[in-house]
């Protein structure tokens, strides 16, 4: 069972910026992606954005040269850079890796916040 553990998230003026972590209790480089979701309240949880370990990233339009995924195959964790935030990027985020085609195992979730 993989454990994640996430980190970074809280609460920032509109433009601001938030780097999320995402800690792996085995090494990262076993799993066939990563990703950040986000959830806001009344919404779908939705991919920010999916990284394959060839290091293909895939972002949602909404993020796209805002957000930015990277990792650290010795720390085990990968992360996400939030610049220029707004209002509408507050939800939970939440890290995921895959095994095959599929997002299996999850972090407890981080809540960010914008405020206008």
């Known amino acids: 069972q993989v454990q994640l553990v996430e980190s970074g998230g809280g609460l920032v003026q509109a433009g601001g910026s938030l780097r999320l972590s995402c800690a792996a209790s085995?090494?990262?480089?076993?799993?066939?992606?990563m990703g950040w979701y986000r959830q806001a309240p009344g919404k779908q949880r939705e991919l920010v954005v999916g990284?394959?370990?060839?290091?293909?990233?895939n972002y949602a339009d909404s993020v796209k040269g805002r957000f930015t995924i990277s990792r650290d195959i010795f720390k085990r964790t990968f992360y996400l850079q939030m610049n220029s935030l707004k209002p509408e990027d507050t939800a939970v985020y939440y890290c995921?890796?895959?095994?095959?085609?599929?997002?299996?195992?999850w972090g407890q979730g981080t809540q960010v916040t914008v405020s206008s």
């Open positions: 995921a890796v895959a095994r095959g085609y599929e997002y299996k195992f």
């Open positions: 085995e090494t990262i480089t076993s799993f066939t992606a």
């Open positions: 990284i394959t370990s060839g290091g293909n990233a």
